[in-house]
């Protein structure tokens, strides 16, 4: 087992409510379609429906149209995305009580803008970590990466009992939107996701021993990818940036698919879907939480905290998971030696789940 030592999540200081963001970004992402009085009601509709209540952006409102193109954008990725990607292993390292120089692995990932030398290996020498630091940055798993890392993590520490691994995860979804642009998903994607940072600090077995720690215990893994799904959700990448692909099957996947992939998961365990206590969902939109909710066949309840980081900050892409993780343990701890499942859904169609003792 490798155990979870801490979660520290950095949300930018610009917060907004839902209802100025779509007076105001609503008119950048129209353009020319902002004096069409359909387009304009179609945009309170989908922010509206979208259950978020407030947002926290890297820049203020009024920057947005002025940004320029992709280059503009990616510059801001990389100047904020390193302030935010250093405040939030700093945070999780002082929670855990271990210093930089303890990190052995450090992993880092977004899908909301790219840079080389990658993130990661520019925060090597702010936050002081070993020259021989392992680095691992990835690109393109979107918003099931936060689950994908814990699992990644989880595989190193297996096979490295005593080391220290870090997940940083960088999301700067506002930097995406599509200027002028009213396609049905670049109207829904400026009305769900905002921006933040992410980090979660593990340890393998001897080294929690070692600690002392009682964080969650990483169980096992499952990776599942979905055949023939690969229009669901992503992006087309060209001169403006990065332009949304989001189908309005992404329920419909889950809802085929999920239900199953879990209660196989957990039979190689022997538990079933009602022994899980605590789920800790990526809270992608009110439509795919409703859908995880129904394949599962969980309480109303079970993904109040997903709901509620909805509706507190947006969908957060990659990061999101990991502050539903940070809210769950930050909450109450559920009860410990129970069974819990922390899952995610993104590009691919993919899904990642993780198997937790807490």
């Known amino acids: 087992m490798s155990a979870v030592a801490a979660v520290r999540v950095v949300l930018p200081g610009h917060v907004h409510r839902q209802v100025d963001i779509t007076d105001r970004l609503g008119e950048v992402v129209l353009g020319r379609h902002a004096q069409r009085s359909e387009k304009v009601a179609l945009v309170r ?86 020259h021989d630091v392992k680095r691992v940055p990835i690109f393109g798993l979107g918003c099931v990466a936060g689950a994908a890392g814990i699992a990644r993590l989880h595989d190193y520490l297996e096979g490295h009992p005593d080391d220290v691994a870090v997940l940083l995860s960088v999301e700067l979804c506002s930097l995406t939107f599509q200027r002028d642009d009213d396609s049905t998903a670049n109207l829904v994607a400026s009305g769900l996701f905002g921006d933040g940072a992410s980090a979660v600090v593990m340890v393998g077995q001897r080294r929690a021993a070692q600690l002392g720690l009682e964080g969650p215990r990483v169980l096992a893994t499952r990776s599942r990818f979905y055949p023939d799904t690969d229009r669901v959700m992503g992006w087309d990448i060209g001169g403006s940036g990065f332009r949304i692909v989001l189908a309005a099957t992404v329920a419909d ?61 947006g969908n957060l892409s ?33 899904a990642e789940m993780v198997l937790l003792q807490w």
């Open 318 to 350: 990659s990061s999101s998971v990991l502050h539903v993780l940070e809210q769950t343990l930050a909450e109450g701890r559920p009860t410990p030696g129970t069974p819990g499942v922390l899952m995610a859904m993104g590009p691919g169609f993919c």
């Open 253 to 313: 996947v889950i809802q085929q698919y999920l239900g199953d992939d879990v209660q196989d998961f957990l039979a190689e365990h022997h538990l079933k879907v009602p022994d899980v206590d605590t789920w800790v969902a990526h809270p992608g939109g009110p439509k795919v939480i409703d859908a995880i909710v129904r394949a599962l066949e969980l309480p109303d309840d079970a993904l109040d905290v997903t709901r509620r980081s909805l509706a507190e900050i």
């Open 45 to 130: 509709r989908l922010h509206q429906a979208a259950g978020v209540r407030t947002r926290h952006m890297v820049l203020p409102l009024d920057q947005y149209a002025d940004l320029g193109g992709f280059r503009a954008s990616n510059d801001v990725f990389i100047e904020e995305g390193t302030r935010l990607g250093e405040q939030a292993v700093r945070g999780a390292l002082d929670a855990a009580g271990l210093a930089p120089g303890d990190v052995d692995l450090f992993i880092s990932t977004s899908v909301t803008g790219v840079a080389a030398p990658s993130l990661d290996a520019r925060l090597v020498g702010p936050l002081g970590l070993r």
